[in-house]
């Protein structure tokens, strides 16, 4: 299984640049939490990117819910990113036809994919979409785009499961290029046939939070620790985290449980 190599080696070898970058970045600052920064104006947005950004891989944006958007929202977000040495992920969680996710993606007021490096979609309307994402970013020969494959939900009662896990593996192995892992609980697929290179999808855990059992809303938690040992290489967090008295102590908390359990789990 891929999840005891270390993100350095799981990095040098794995072909897609943006994987290597990604592995280099949790390694380098010694953190696989993604901060899902769920803020609705650019200020707080901003605020909350720049006092955490140490501490965090990837801050996930949902870009639509930020009431002021505009091209400050952006160009603040990418100068942080580049500060702080962070990637940039929207969860747009596209869903659609694969004609109109490509409007979606490159066009709009949030032309999502001229700045956010990863992206996720599910594969509800088939597997139309993941090729149009792999299209647009293969036309924009646009290198450090990645798409992750939402193949379960943290939600009660969530449709995403069996049949379309399995299927969600299915539609990843055909798009290499561009669809770099999952969202998911589990690794769902570390097997290597004889004549591929290993493959290597990496996990990305939501629903991590270390001190509450779930939301009002369905949300259902886990802690990082478990999170880790069921599979996960990188642990987003949102509430437990932002919404925390004291957001900076919050996320030196959630790096080091997820530091140290991934550092159990490759200890030989
Ligand atoms: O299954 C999922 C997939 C996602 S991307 N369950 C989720 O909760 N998410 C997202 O993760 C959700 O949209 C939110 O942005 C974040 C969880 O936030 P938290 O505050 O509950 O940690």
Do not use: C
């Amino acid at each position: 299984s891929r999840s005891t190599v270390s993100f350095a080696q799981r990095g040098a070898e794995h072909p897609n640049p943006l994987v290597g970058r990604l592995f280099e970045i949790a390694e380098k600052k010694k953190t696989n939490v993604v901060l899902s920064a769920d803020l609705t104006t650019t200020k707080e947005l901003l605020t909350i990117a720049d006092s955490l950004g140490p501490y965090i891989a990837v801050l996930k944006t949902h870009i639509d819910i930020v009431s002021d958007f505009g091209p400050d929202t952006v160009q603040g977000l990418t100068e942080l990113a580049e500060r702080h040495d962070f990637l940039l992920f929207e969860d747009r969680k596209f869903v659609d036809i694969g004609n109109t996710v490509q409007k979606q993606y490159k066009g709009g007021v949030l032309r999502i994919h001229e700045w956010a490096h990863i992206v996720n979609a599910s594969i509800l309307a088939g597997e139309g979409i993941i090729q149009a994402l792999d299209q647009t970013v293969r036309e924009g020969g646009l290198e450090d785009r990645g798409t992750l494959i939402l193949a379960e939900m943290t939600s009660k009662g969530s449709l995403a499961i069996g049949e379309y896990t399995r299927l969600s593996v299915e539609y990843a192995r055909k798009y290499p290029k561009s669809v770099i892992g999952f969202v998911s609980t589990t690794e769902l697929s570390n097997h290597s046939p004889s004549n591929t290179p290993t493959e290597d999808f990496v996990v990305f855990t939501t629903g991590v939070n270390i001190s509450s059992k779930g939301d009002p809303l369905g949300q259902q938690y886990q802690t990082p620790t478990t999170a880790m040992a069921g599979g996960s290489d990188f642990l987003i967090a949102g509430r437990g985290i932002y919404a925390s008295p004291d957001p900076v102590s919050a996320a030196k908390q959630y790096q080091k449980a997820g530091w140290d359990a991934y550092e159990r789990r490759i200890a030989p």
